[in-house]
């Protein structure tokens, strides 16, 4: 069924979706309590030491939570596309190993694989070992708090007859796609998203109602030859033919035989994406190089535009990335699309943000938005919001599931050193329960934070409660004015 038309036939619209959240829980959510729910205890819900407890954290919680937010970042595919599914003796679906495998936890730890319609019991006799020794990550928490405020399920503690059961749940929550709906709008109070599709980047038409959509820039610096268009050539980052410019342009008859031509290519490649549901763009060069980008002259550039990467030095393509990049922050500029760059992580030795700095630095007209907080460089990311805090926004998003408590720093940090309306959030998951626990533990990061300078004097309530809301819904609408238009 075409993207478009598949949330259509559900009945699902934006002014629709709490209502038809709210109209059909049945037993897609806990119908009891569930056990540890109490948000003074540290021991069930393995955080850091906080004030959770206190009367002040309780009613800065219940604030945010009212709050409908503004999730910067996700990585959300069409619902009959989603990672996790799996074939099962009942057919195809998502299920509890897709769920995980779908997780970060991939990331810091090897799961057991589901193998084609393998009974479920087969798959967690072995697969429920996975967990030993990772349950006080982050990449855990996140998942464990999700199933358990959402399926009543404490995964610490869980039983084989109890896994057997939730896994029955997934599946038949992801029959229909009201699930998405429910946990997303209802459960996690998101009003709208903004997706990074990486695997299908020039493809600017979003899914869903609450949807909007990045243009991720990431393969244009590499638009000095077509043969670069090869997923061998960069595995992960070049995946099918809606990452390529070369066929872009060829589909509106557009030549792209010269340097000159290629810079037209991207000005049109800004206005369709604009035109279409594109609020801003994306790069995640830092998982490719380092993020020190030079002012290259257009001539260097022009001498290796035309020629394979065969022919060329590595300072070469570097040159004409660096010249590319550029221009991109130019173009940011020029159409009023802010400018997402992931920061930290990644390449760590080249992924810090202080490396952006004589970029930042020369685009006073662009709007850049620093993500993950440039971890684990918090401070260097700190500075920067400080010094250009006219046309620089950090965002925590991922933050607070990499490491909860680096998290509760950051925000402590950054708020002592630049203005509350310069920092936002997301979420960067592929399931509505990666969503939600995302967003969950943003939410009670940031109100711990409020809380303890609320209890210190540093923030009057009133204070306090702005500056929450300003995190997760205002600044968006700052950031992002064309946000306002599906409000």
Known sequence: ?????????????????????????GSMFATQEPVGVGVNSNEQTHLPASPQ???????IKAYLDSIPSIDMHEHLRAFDQLPGYVETAQGRGMNLSGLWSGSYL??????????????FEKWWAQAKKDFDNIRGTGFY????????????VDFDRITDEQAAELNRRIFENYRNPKWLYQVIAEKANIRLLVCDRYWQRFDFHADYPFELLTFNVTPLVWGFHPSEFNPSVHPGQIIGSLDDPYLFAHGRGLPVSSLDEYLTLLDVMFATAKEGD????????????????ENVPKGRAAQVFGRPR???????????EDFIMWRLAGLSAKHDMPFQIHTGDARIEGSNPLLLINLIDANPQTKFELFHGGFPWIGETAAIGMRYSAHVWINAVWLPTISYTLAKRALHE????APSNRITWGGDDTSAEGIYGETELTRRCLAEVLAEKLDRGDLTEQDARQTGKNILRDNALGLYPRLKERL
């Open 1 to 25: 069924m075409e993207r478009r038309t598949f949330f259509k036939k559900t009945g699902a619209a934006i002014g629709g979706v709490a209502s038809l959240a709210s109209s059909s829980q």
């Open 53 to 59: 407890g206190s009367p002040t954290y309780r009613r």
């Open 106 to 119: 991939q990331r810091i730890a090897s799961l057991t694989p589901w193998e084609h319609e393998e009974p």
């Open 141 to 152: 928490r996140y998942m464990w708090r999700a199933i358990r405020d959402l399926y009543g």
């Open 278 to 293: 594109a609020v801003c763009l994306k790069t995640t060069l830092a998982y490719e190089r380092t993020l020190r980008f």
């Open 310 to 320: 065969s022919e060329l030095t590595p300072e070469q393509v570097k040159d004409f």
């Open 414 to 417: 950054w708020l002592e050193v």
